[in-house]
């Protein structure tokens, strides 16, 4: 079994890229592989390996600067969720483009998973959904606001289109594993809303904790791993990734003539260009190839 650590926190890195070295050797050392980025404004990402070697990285993540309370949420898998690992240095852990969020500073009111179901279904409560339009696509909770936003870049011009309709409204917000609705509720603090809430831990911890009987969680929870999604218990879901888009799929949708294993589903077909889809083509070759020559599962 592999262990699946995922993980963020915002701190204060002066220097990120001379962290990454000695981050990325002690993840290939110890067979992790995954995906973190570093940025100034701290560390995110999820990693898959070995129980000691997951222990060992987290270890080394929580003696960085300012990291000592990194907490961290775990599932299971049977195949290797990632291919290879990655350390990535970028400008935002998370993206949202706006230079005057700082988390760190102050965020909205966490609400534990067995307090949020009584929250949500409060009248005077407004429940949006942070993530991106394809992840609510396949799971949402019951009565939240999907926001269409194609990244989360686009959240800020969303709220300022809509927040009219939110007067006198407590709004409560979540995301896949926490991050976003530390952005997103330090934004609407700053915009001058005064009761935001977010679901600590996120949708991850909810399912992880909440009774599946006990549930207003509709559907499964998109992932960024080659679980790609997730039920309550953290069980896999039914879900693909088409390799075109890299958007959930159903293995009923593989019947759709709009599929072409590698290059294409039925909602990518007619966005990508026909140079994309020949360059698709070949990598979905080459991926064959490997196969055949004994080099990948």
Excluded at 108 to 119: A, F, S
Excluded at 146 to 168: A, G, I, L, Q, V
Excluded at 172 to 179: Q, R
């Amino acid at each position: 079994m592999y262990t699946i650590a995922a993980l963020y926190q915002f701190t204060r890195f002066d220097d990120p890229a001379a962290l990454k070295p000695a981050l990325l050797d002690l993840c290939l050392a110890q067979d992790v592989k995954g995906s973190l980025l570093l940025a100034k404004e701290g560390i995110n990402g999820t990693i898959a390996g070995p129980r000691r070697g997951i222990d060992t990285v987290l270890a080394h993540i929580k003696s960085l600067p300012g990291c000592d309370g990194l907490e961290w949420k775990e599932a299971t898998a049977e195949q290797a969720p990632f291919g290879k690992m990655k350390v990535r240095l970028k400008k935002e852990i998370v993206t949202m483009g706006q230079p005057d969020v700082d988390p760190r500073a102050t965020v909205g009111h966490y609400v534990e998973p067995g307090e949020w179901n009584d929250l949500i279904r409060s009248d005077d409560v407004v429940v949006i959904d942070t993530r991106n339009d394809y992840e609510v696509a396949i799971g949402t909770f019951e009565g939240a606001l999907d926001p269409k936003t194609e990244s989360f870049r686009e959240f800020p011009k969303w709220w300022e289109e809509n927040k009219d309709r939110f007067h006198n409204k407590r709004v409560a917000m979540f995301c896949t594993g926490g991050i976003r609705c530390e952005k997103s509720t330090n934004y609407l603090l700053s915009q001058g809303v005064e009761d935001v809430y977010h679901l600590k831990g996120g949708i991850l911890r909810y399912l992880e904790e909440m009774p599946e009987d006990n549930s207003t969680w509709q559907g499964e929870c998109f992932v960024f791993d080659n679980r790609v999604s997730v039920g309550h218990g953290l069980a896999e879901g039914p879900h693909e990734l088409c390799h075109g888009c890299r958007r959930p799929i159903l293995p009923a949708d593989k019947a759709r003539p709009e599929f072409e294993a590698g290059v294409s589903c039925h909602q990518c077909r007619d966005t990508t260009s026909d140079a994309d889809k020949a360059r698709f083509r070949e990598r979905q070759k080459q991926i064959q190839l490997a196969r055949e020559r004994g080099e990948l599962s």
